[in-house]
C-alpha cells in the first residue's frame, strides 16, 4: 500500500496515544510516580554481583507479572472467541500439585525437573483440551464447562497432594523461578518469551484472524468454512497451557505448592488484565501486547500496596478502585467527553460511515 | 397513483441539509427536500447517492452538519434518533433491528408495553400488536410466535408494525420491499395506501423502479449525495427516469444477455453435480437436479418454494435426510459447510448480515477469510498471493481500494454484497449456488455481478442462481428450474423463446 506509507508516521503516533492500552501504560506510569514520591529511591536498581542479579523493586514488578501475564494471554485468546476460562486458577494449582508431588520424591536432577515441567504442562493440556471439548463439541457454554473445571480442578489438585500443602526441592526447577539471566530474571524472561511466541504464532498464521471471526460472528464464520471446534479446542488448549506455565512459575519461587492459595482468583486478575489492554469482552477483536500491560498493571498494583503499606483488608478496594478508573477512562463516552472539553470541535464519531 | 397536492404544506423540510462523516466525506450535499401529509415520497439513486443518509438525517442518527431541518415549517434540531422519534417521525431501517428471539407482540410493542397496576400488562400487549398488525393485513399473525421462526417478508412487516406503535406523522422507509414477494408487496403498498389517506407522509427507498411508480406520489432523484431532481410521479417520463438511472449499462446488460443466448448449448456427458431424490422432511420434497461443468441454472420459484432450501442441502449447510449427491459421478456425503466448500460446493446465502460478511472485519480480512479458513490456520496465505487475490477481487468487482482496511459493515449495502460474493469467488468453487445475489443492489451493481456470473461460467464454473427477479434468471441462465411447493415441477431449457412470462406461466398453470 504505498500510497497510505505518507500519513503513517504521524497517524502512528496518535494511534498510540488512542490506543485501548495507553491507558495501562499510563497507570503504571502514575503507580511507579506514586512509590517514587513515596520514596524517591524506588526505582533505584542495585547489582548483586554474587548471583548476578539486579535487584530492585522494578525487577520484583517483572518477577510477579510472570505467572499473570501467562494466564492473561492465554486468556486473551479465550476471550476473542466470546467465551471465557474461569478455570486458569486451578488449572495452576493442579500444575503446582503434580509438579511438587513428582519433585518431593525425585531426585535433585535437572532430568527430573525437566519431567515435572512435562507432566505439569501435559497434565494443564490435557484439562484445557477438556474445556474446548466441552464448549465446542458438547456445547455447553465456556463459563459453565470452565466454572466446572474450576472447581474440581483443586479437587484434582488436592487429591494429587492428599490434601497436603506439597513442598519438594529441586535446584533446576527452584531456578526456573529465581534464577537469573543478563541480570533478569528467568521466569520474567520466560514469560516474554511464550508471550512472543504466542504472538508470532497467532499473528503470522491465520489464527488470529480466524479467533477474530469466529467471536465477531459465528455463524458466518462456520459457513465461510471456519473449522469451529477444532479452534475451540486449539484457543482452550493453549489456555490450559499457559495456566500450567503459571503455575510452574507460581510455585516454583517458593517450591511448595498450597493447595487452598496458589493460583487463588487468578482468573479474575487474568479477565482484569485482558480488559485493561483493550479487548472486549463481547470477543472479537483482541490484543496479546495489551493483555501483557494489563499483567504488567496488575502486578505493578500489588507490588504497590504492599509498598504503600495499605492494610491488607483494605487492599482489594483499592484495586478495584484503580482498575475502575482506568475502565472509566477507557471507555468511549468518557472519552469523548474529554476530548469535547479538551476542544471545541466535536469528538470523532465512531459511528458508521457512508451507508447511503 | 393519485397526484400531489402541492398546497399542502410540508410536514418535514429540509434545506441545504449537508451531511458529513468522519473523514471529511460529504455523504450529503446541500439537499433539499419537502415531505407533506398524505403523500408518499420516494427516494431513488444508485448505491451511496445519499438516499440512506437522507433517512438517517431525518431520523437523527447523522445529525446535519449544516442546513436546516423544519418541522411543520418551523427550524427543528434533530440530534438524536429519541428527538427525530419525539417529532414525530419513524424510521425502518434498510436491516431491520428486530429481536428474532422474542415474540412477534413483544417486538411490535417493545418499549411501549401497556402497564396494569402489576406492572406490563401481557394481554392488553398482545391485543394491541395484533390490531397493529391487523391494520396490515397480518391479522392471520400469530403475536405469541417467536420472530426467528418467521420468514424474512414477515419480519420486514412486523418492523413496519413496529414503527406504527407511535402513530407517527412521517414514516420513513429504507428498503423494505428488498426480497419481498409480490404479494408481500402488495399487501405492504395496500398497507401504506391506507396510511397516506390518513395523512400520514412517508419516505419510501426502493431499487425497484415499478414499486416505486406503483406506490410514490413524488420522487427525489438523488446523485453522488446531491439532488439530481424532482418530479411528481404524475408528469414522469419513465425513460428519460430509467436511462438516468441505467447510464451505459444498459447495452452491457444486452450484450450480456445475447453472449449468453450464444454459449447456451445442451449438454452431455457425467454431470459435476448430480443429486437424485434428495430432500429433507418439511424443507424439501426429494428432487432430481443435474449441473454441468460451465452452466448456469437458474432456480425459479417464489419464496417459500424450497429454492433456499435446496441451494442449502446442495452445499452442506443443511444435511438432507434423504436422497443422493454425486460429484463428477462419485458419491458425496456432507456434513456441514466446510466440507461442501472443500469439495468446492460453495453457498452464497441470500442474508450477507446473517451467515454472510463477518461485520466489524475489514474488507480484506473479509475477502480472504473463506480461502484462509479452506487451507487451514497454520497455512497463512502468503503476502504476494493474498495481495493478488485482493487486487483481482477489487478489480473485478469494481471496488475501489480505500475500503479495503474498512470495516465491511461502513459500506453500502451493495458494496457490502459485492464483498460477499468475492470472498467465496477467491476460492475458486467448483459449484457456486448463489441465493438472490444481486438483492438490494442497484443496477451498476448488478450488472457487475450479473457480468462476473457470466465470466466465471466462462471459464469452466458452474452456477446455480436463484433470483426472485425472473428475467435475471432468463438473462443469465443456460437452464432454468422451476420450484413450487417445496418441490421441482418443472425444467426448461432456456432460448430465445423463453421469457418472464413462460415462467410465471409455469408456476401458475401447474395447481
Known amino acids: 500500500m504505498t500510497t497510505e506509507s505518507a500519513p503513517k508516521a504521524g497517524e502512528r503516533r496518535s494511534s498510540i496515544l488512542r490506543s485501548q492500552y495507553f491507558g495501562g501504560i499510563?497507570?503504571?506510569?502514575l503507580l511507579l510516580v506514586v512509590?517514587?514520591?513515596?520514596?524517591?529511591?524506588?526505582?533505584?536498581i542495585g547489582y548483586n554481583s554474587a548471583n548476578g542479579a539486579l535487584v530492585g523493586n522494578v525487577i520484583d514488578i517483572l518477577r510477579a507479572a510472570a505467572p499473570v501475564m501467562m494466564i492473561a494471554v492465554g486468556m486473551c485468546l479465550v476471550i476473542a472467541t466470546s467465551g471465557i476460562d474461569l478455570s486458569v486458577g486451578s488449572v495452576m494449582v493442579v500444575a503446582g500439585a503434580v509438579s511438587?508431588?513428582?519433585?518431593?520424591?525425585a531426585p535433585d536432577t535437572v532430568g527430573s525437573a525437566l519431567l515435572a515441567l512435562g507432566l505439569a504442562l501435559g497434565l494443564s493440556l490435557l484439562l484445557g483440551l477438556f474445556n474446548g471439548f466441552l464448549v465446542s463439541?458438547?456445547?455447553?457454554?465456556?463459563?459453565i464447562s470452565t466454572l466446572v473445571m474450576m472447581m474440581a480442578g483443586r479437587g484434582v489438585a488436592k487429591v494429587v497432594t492428599g490434601g497436603q500443602n506439597t513442598a519438594a526441592s529441586n535446584g533446576a526447577f527452584r531456578w526456573i523461578a529465581n534464577g537469573y539471566v543478563f541480570g533478569l530474571p528467568v521466569v520474567f524472561l520466560l514469560a516474554l518469551l511464550v508471550v512472543v511466541l504466542v504472538a508470532v504464532l497467532v499473528r503470522r498464521s491465520a489464527l488470529g484472524l480466524m479467533i477474530e471471526a469466529i467471536g465477531m460472528d459465528p455463524t458466518a464464520a462456520r459457513l465461510?468454512?471456519?473449522?469451529?471446534r477444532g479452534l475451540l479446542m486449539a484457543v482452550y488448549s493453549i489456555s490450559g497451557i499457559m495456566a500450567g506455565i503459571a503455575g510452574v512459575f507460581a510455585t516454583a519461587s517458593v517450591m511448595t505448592v498450597d493447595v487452598s492459595k496458589t493460583g487463588d482468583q487468578m482468573e479474575m486478575d487474568a479477565i482484569l488484565a485482558v480488559v485493561i489492554g483493550g479487548t472486549s469482552l463481547a470477543g472479537g477483536k483482541f490484543n496479546i501486547a495489551g493483555a501483557t500491560i494489563g499483567a504488567l498493571l496488575i502486578a505493578t498494583l500489588d507490588k504497590t500496596v504492599v509498598f504503600l503499606g495499605i492494610s491488607s483488608s483494605a487492599t482489594p478496594a483499592f484495586k478495584a478502585i484503580v482498575i475502575v478508573v482506568l475502565c472509566l477512562l477507557q471507555s468511549k463516552r468518557v472519552r469523548e467527553a474529554f476530548l469535547r472539553r479538551k476542544s471545541a470541535v466535536a469528538a470523532p464519531q465512531k459511528e458508521k460511515e457512508v451507508v447511503a | 397513483m393519485s397526484t400531489a397536492k402541492p398546497a399542502s404544506t410540508p410536514v418535514v423540510e429540509l434545506r441545504g441539509a449537508v451531511v458529513e462523516l468522519p473523514g471529511g466525506h460529504r455523504a450529503l450535499d446541500r439537499v433539499d427536500l419537502e415531505i407533506r401529509a398524505g403523500e408518499i415520497h420516494a427516494l431513488m439513486g444508485q448505491n451511496g447517492a445519499g438516499k440512506s443518509t437522507v433517512v438517517r438525517a431525518l431520523a437523527g442518527v447523522w445529525p446535519l452538519t449544516a442546513g436546516t431541518m423544519c418541522l411543520d415549517g418551523a427550524p427543528v434540531h434533530v440530534r438524536s434518533p429519541k428527538a427525530s422519534r419525539a417529532a414525530g417521525i419513524a424510521t425502518v431501517f434498510q436491516d431491520a433491528q428486530l429481536l428474532p428471539h422474542l415474540t412477534v407482540a413483544e417486538n411490535v410493542m417493545l418499549g411501549r408495553e401497556p402497564r396494569g397496576r402489576w406492572g406490563i400488562d401481557w394481554g392488553a400487549t398482545r391485543r394491541h400488536a395484533h390490531e397493529l398488525l391487523t391494520e396490515l393485513g397480518l391479522e392471520d399473525l400469530d403475536v405469541g410466535q417467536r420472530l426467528a421462526r418467521l420468514p424474512v417478508a414477515t419480519r420486514q412487516l412486523v418492523a413496519i408494525a413496529r414503527a406504527m406503535v407511535d402513530e407517527p406523522r412521517v414514516v420513513l422507509l429504507d428498503e423494505p420491499t428488498a426480497g419481498l414477494q409480490q404479494v408481500d408487496v402488495d399487501r405492504l403498498f395496500a398497507v401504506l395506501r391506507r396510511m397516506r389517506d390518513k395523512g400520514v407522509a412517508i419516505v419510501f427507498i426502493s431499487h425497484f423502479?415499478?414499486?416505486?411508480?406503483?406506490?410514490?406520489?413524488?420522487?427525489?432523484v438523488l446523485r453522488d449525495g446531491a439532488k439530481a431532481g424532482e418530479i411528481a410521479v404524475g408528469d414522469l417520463d419513465r425513460v428519460e427516469l430509467i436511462s438516468m438511472m441505467l447510464g451505459?449499462?444498459?447495452?452491457?446488460?444486452?450484450?450480456?444477455?445475447s453472449q449468453r443466448a450464444q454459449h447456451s448449448e445442451v449438454v452431455e456427458g457425467v454431470p459435476l453435480l448430480r443429486a437424485e431424490g434428495i430432500g429433507r422432511a418439511n424443507a424439501v420434497r426429494p428432487t432430481d437436479l443435474a449441473l454441468h461443468g460451465g452452466e448456469i441454472v437458474g432456480l425459479a420459484g417464489l419464496r417459500g418454494s424450497g429454492r433456499t432450501e435446496l441451494a442449502r442441502l446442495l452445499t452442506g449447510h443443511d444435511r438432507a435426510d434423504q436422497g443422493r449427491l454425486f460429484l463428477s459421478g462419485a458419491a458425496l456425503r456432507l456434513r456441514g459447510p466446510r466440507q461442501g466448500m472443500l469439495h468446492g460446493l460453495v453457498l452464497s446465502s441470500e442474508r450477507r448480515n446473517d451467515g454472510g460478511i463477518i461485520r466489524g472485519l475489514s474488507v480484506r480480512d473479509n475477502l480472504i477469510l473463506s480461502l484462509q479458513a479452506l487451507r487451514g490456520w497454520n497455512r497463512p496465505i502468503p503476502t504476494k498471493e493474498r495481495e493478488g487475490i485482493i487486487t483481482w477481487a477489487l478489480r473485478a468487482f469494481g471496488l475501489g481500494e480505500h475500503v479495503l482496511r474498512r470495516p465491511v459493515d461502513e459500506l453500502s449495502g451493495g458494496e457490502q454484497q459485492k464483498v460477499a460474493l468475492a470472498r467465496l469467488f477467491v476460492t475458486r468453487p467448483r459449484v457456486l449456488v448463489l441465493d438472490e445475489p444481486t438483492r438490494g443492489c442497484d443496477i451498476p451493481a448488478k450488472v457487475d455481478i450479473q457480468r462476473l456470473i457470466a465470466t466465471l461460467a466462462g471459464e469452466g464454473g458452474t452456477i446455480l442462481v436463484i433470483s426472485s427477479e425472473l428475467d435475471e434468471l432468463v438473462r443469465l441462465a443456460d437452464r432454468i428450474v422451476v420450484l413450487k411447493d417445496r418441490g421441482k415441477i418443472g425444467e426448461i431449457s432456456n432460448g430465445p423463446g423463453v421469457s418472464v412470462d413462460t415462467l410465471v406461466e409455469l408456476i401458475?398453470?401447474?395447481d
Open chain 1, 26 to 29: 499510563l497507570a503504571i506510569v
Open chain 1, 35 to 44: 512509590n517514587l514520591i513515596k520514596d524517591p529511591g524506588y526505582l533505584s
Open chain 1, 100 to 105: 511438587m508431588e513428582f519433585l518431593s520424591t
Open chain 1, 137 to 143: 463439541v458438547v456445547g455447553l457454554q465456556p463459563f
Open chain 1, 224 to 228: 465461510a468454512g471456519v473449522n469451529r
Open chain 2, 209 to 220: 423502479l415499478e414499486q416505486v411508480f406503483a406506490i410514490s406520489d413524488r420522487i427525489t
Open chain 2, 248 to 257: 451505459a449499462d444498459l447495452p452491457t446488460l444486452q450484450q450480456l444477455a
Open chain 2, 508 to 510: 401458475a398453470a401447474s
